[in-house]
C-alpha cells in the first residue's frame, strides 16, 4: 500500500541557497537593491556606517511599496517564493492606473535575494510600511546564525522576531529599510569604489528624468575626509 511522504529540510539549507549560492559581498548588494527595484521604489539609500570601528553596519532602505505584516508571511518568509515568478506583485496596488504606471521588467526572480543579508552580516533588522491607508510598522529580527547551530534542526522550526511598531526607527512612512550588522567582510575604499561600478550598471542614463526613474544613492561616512 502506497502512502504519501514528505521532505524534511535541515537549517543548514541556509547556507546552501545563501552563502553558498551568493558568491560575493558585490552580488548580495547587488541582489538587495535589485529586490528595491522590483518594489517600485524610485530610491535606494545604501548606506555604510560606523564600517571601519568594528560595529559596522550596513543599511538599505528604499521608498518601495514596503510589506504588511501579511506579506512578511507569505512572501519574505516563504523561502524561494518569487511573487514576481507567480505574478502577484501587483496585486498590492490601488489601481489599474497605478499598476500601468509603476510596470517594470523585473531584476530578479528567484525568490533567494533576501538570504543575499546573511551573506553580508549575520544579524538582520528589517522594517517595512506598506504603500496603503493607515499602513502598520512591521519589523523582524532575524540571526542567522541559529540557523547554524543544529544542522539536525529542520529550518521551520528556527524562528524569527517579529514586532508591530509605534514609531519607525528610520523616520519612514513607506518602503523597507535593512540593517545588516556583525558584518562578515571587511570593506575599505577600493572596495566602495568597485561598489559603486556594480551599483551603476542598475541604472538606466535615459531614464534618469523619467517619472519612473529609479536613483541610487551609496553613503559611507567614514570617508567623506577621502572624498575631500
Not at 548588494?29 to 564600517?51: M, P, T
Not at 490601488?94 to 543579508?117: L, P, Q
Request: aromatic share 10%; proline share 1%.
Amino acid at each position: 500500500m502506497q502512502k504519501p511522504l514528505q521532505f524534511k529540510i535541515s537549517s543548514a539549507l541556509k547556507n546552501i541557497i545563501g552563502r553558498d549560492l551568493i558568491t560575493d559581498d558585490f552580488i548580495a548588494v547587488f541582489e538587495l537593491v535589485k529586490n528595491s527595484y522590483d518594489a517600485h521604489a524610485s530610491r535606494v539609500d545604501v548606506v555604510f556606517k560606523d564600517i571601519y570601528s568594528g560595529q559596522g553596519k550596513i543599511i538599505i532602505k528604499d521608498n518601495g511599496k514596503g510589506m504588511s505584516y501579511q506579506d512578511l508571511i507569505d512572501k519574505w518568509l516563504f523561502v524561494a517564493r518569487s511573487s514576481k515568478m507567480e505574478g502577484d506583485e501587483e496585486d498590492s496596488y490601488k489601481n489599474f492606473r497605478d499598476k500601468i504606471k509603476v510596470k517594470r521588467a523585473y531584476a530578479g526572480a528567484k525568490g533567494i535575494g533576501r538570504f543575499s543579508c546573511d551573506r553580508l552580516g549575520s544579524e538582520l533588522y528589517l522594517e517595512s510600511i506598506k504603500d496603503e491607508e493607515n499602513p502598520k510598522i512591521e519589523a523582524l529580527i532575524t540571526d542567522w546564525n541559529k540557523f547554524e547551530e543544529d544542522s539536525d534542526d529542520e529550518f521551520v522550526n528556527v524562528s524569527v522576531l517579529h514586532e508591530t511598531l509605534e514609531e519607525s526607527s528610520y523616520g519612514t512612512s513607506q518602503g523597507t529599510v535593512l540593517e545588516i550588522s556583525n558584518l562578515h567582510s571587511e570593506w575599505d575604499r577600493k572596495k566602495f569604489e568597485d561598489l559603486k561600478d556594480s551599483l551603476a550598471r542598475l541604472i538606466n542614463p535615459s531614464a534618469i528624468k523619467d517619472e519612473d526613474s529609479f536613483k541610487i544613492f551609496l553613503s559611507v561616512e567614514d570617508e567623506l575626509n577621502w572624498d575631500k
